[in-house]
């Protein structure tokens, strides 16, 4: 997670693309558009836990090549609550989860996401990178497929797991594709059935972005979703705890809350969650949980669940 150019337009819930998605598998007969407005309390649905909720950065991360499947299966069996990923569309119009904008640091392949296309991707590596000499432990049971995840596939692997897990979904700004991605990722999440829920019912999904125009998008199209309005540092006018009208839940940096810990309280207080990201050491752990932060992203879920447990 690293922060995107953030537009500075006025927080309207004008969503920059007036058409919601139409044709086969379209949402403009799925999704009714209504204005936007600020939700108070726990806008994801979730019980207290007394603790913050526990989100898993990429996967497991810290011991898996990040957005892999194995990265994402090890943070399950770990406990996390919740799975972090970032989305990125293909040439071909296909959401991958890839955090950066070029292939080039987390695979064996060059080029921008943007330009190529899902075949090409699938053949290339995004496991040795972080695991060079997995082909040499003998004690390994077996390799990692390194294989690129779609969205699609993340979606499932949440679905079937059986437990409600949730997932944190990022999208990436400025793209290529402007509004293209969030029409797409709706329009995933629609098939899933996480686009609407009953009352009180837990979010399963939940959108983030350092971008409000990405954010206006999906609450214009998909209202029932939560969104995340992420901060690398909190913005003067921000400070009293107020967000923009359509991000309900606040995602500072973890260096943000160490500079003001009374942020969280003052978001509380103007009706907003907080989750905090990118959340691995151990004093920034208690200090979230001292602080009542109602979610952090770490790359140490498993480390996270038990010192939260002690």
Known sequence: MSPSPCRTSPATCDPGTPDPPTGPGGLASKVLQRPCAPEVGDVAGNAPLGRPQVVAHRGASEKRAEHTREAYELALEAGAEALECDVRLTADGHLVCVHDRRADRTSDGRGPISTLPLGELESLDFASWKQPWADLDDESLELPSGAVLTFDALCSLAHDWGSGVQLAVETKHPTRYAGLVERRLVDALARFGWTHRDGNEPARVRVMSFARLSLRRLRQWAPDVPTVFLMDRVPWHL????????????????????????????????????????????????????????????DRPEHARQLFEI
Do not use: F, M
């Open 239 to 298: 400070r009293s705890g107020r967000l923009p009208v359509c991000s309900p839940i606040a995602g500072p940096r973890i260096d943000a809350l160490r500079a003001d810990p009374a942020y969280v309280e003052r978001a509380h207080a103007a009706g907003h969650p907080v989750h905090v990201w990118v959340v691995n050491a151990d004093d920034d752990l208690k200090l979230c949980q001292q602080l009542g932060v109602d979610a952090v992203i770490t």
